[in-house]
């Protein structure tokens, strides 16, 4: 197997404002059929997420073996917000647009909604795609094995041509993140930018993205990435009982304290420790006391490097692909994102 390329996210500076969901809507899913499908999304957590209800509908690997999960019912994707068009442009029986019936949901139907009770209610944003997993369960799933993963760069693709739509790939993914295309009977994916990724342009949610909070690069190299993820150990897969090893990591959020009674900082997160251990498992403990440790060596004047990786002053010190070149004008439109 060649190298992995993998991406890390830093939740504390995550915005919600979903300028890397527009990118990647934009840039690949575009076309009829792929109307909810959202291969990047921005979630607000605690939440249902996108689609509602992903984390309850099973899949990855159990003790070892294949698990099929279920697959979202139409309604956890919301669907299209329904306008009177017909009225306003062709009717002349309106004169502006409305919502023309009540809509369930939408992709981010709970954005910057909080939990818990003020003055210690919590909100954080969490961006998802696909993890690209060294153990993809949605590839040992495919019977026709119209999913596989790349040797150079472990990127998981569908290959369209083969892919038969018998969506089992979407009952293993544990993340909800291979949607079906009903009017092409198939399924499809994140495909990690590969085309910009082999000619040295960063994926174009991590190039939109303005505060700078994803890092793109290789495991294997001596990169941030791999500093992160395997040295500072502060960066970990979102759902590691899943199984499935994702290439896709978190540095989990750190909230201002919770207030006690008398309406002083207490020593209590704002973000419960047990929902925090439920998304990122028992090693956020110590990812979070490494960084806040960090953080004080830096308010006292002292070197840190995980500081220095983590402002990322610099936007190409986020991507440690070969060559990574500043978009101009001139280029195409996969190149100018």
């Known amino acids: 197997m060649g190298k992995q390329v993998a991406m890390v996210i830093d939740l504390n500076k995550c915005i919600g404002c979903q300028a890397c969901t527009a990118a990647c809507k934009s840039l690949w899913t575009d076309e009829e059929g792929q109307e909810s499908m959202l291969w990047n999304n921005v ?4 939440g249902p997420g996108y689609p509602a209800g992903w984390e309850e509908q099973g ?4 003790d070892g073996q294949l698990q099929l999960g279920d697959l979202p019912p139409d309604e956890n994707f919301g669907g299209e917000i329904p306008l009177n068009h017909a009225a306003v ?3 002349g029986t309106a004169d502006r647009l409305k919502q023309e ?3 369930g949901r939408g992709a981010n139907w709970d954005e910057d909604t909080s939990s818990g009770d003020y003055p210690n209610n919590y909100h954080f944003y969490l961006p998802r795609l696909c993890n690209h997993c060294t153990k993809p369960a949605c590839l040992e799933a495919c019977p026709v094995r119209a999913i596989y993963k790349r040797e150079q760069d472990g990127i998981v693709l569908v290959d369209e041509d083969k892919c038969q739509g018998f969506r089992l790939c979407n009952r293993a993914c544990p993340y909800d993140k291979v949607y079906f295309n009903y009017l092409k009977n198939k399924s499809q994916k994140c495909i990690f930018c590969f085309p910009r990724v082999e000619q040295g342009v960063a994926p174009a949610c991590a190039r939109q993205c303005p ?3 994803r890092f793109v690069g290789y495991l294997e190299d001596a990169g941030p990435i791999a500093k992160l993820v395997n040295e500072w ?3 970990l897969p979102l759902h590691p009982e899943f199984g499935t090893e994702p290439n896709v990591y978190y540095v989990p959020p750190i909230l201002p304290p919770s207030f006690d009674e008398e309406g002083r900082f207490s020593d209590e997160p704002r973000v419960p420790m047990e929902y925090l251990r439920y998304l990122f498992g028992p ?10 440790e960090e953080m004080d060596r830096k308010k006292e004047g002292k070197a840190s490097e995980l500081m220095d990786l983590l402002i990322a002053r610099d936007w190409k010190s986020l991507f440690n692909i070969p060559d990574v070149r500043v978009a101009s004008s001139s280029q195409d439109s996969t190149q100018s994102v």
């Open 233 to 235: 150990k502060v960066a």
């Open 101 to 103: 019936k009540p809509m």
């Open 283 to 292: 090693e956020v403990d110590q990812a979070l006391i490494t960084i806040m």
């Open 89 to 91: 442009y062709f009717d």
């Open 59 to 62: 899949g990855g690997w159990k």
């Open 211 to 213: 505060g700078r909070l």
């Open 43 to 46: 979630e607000t957590k605690p």
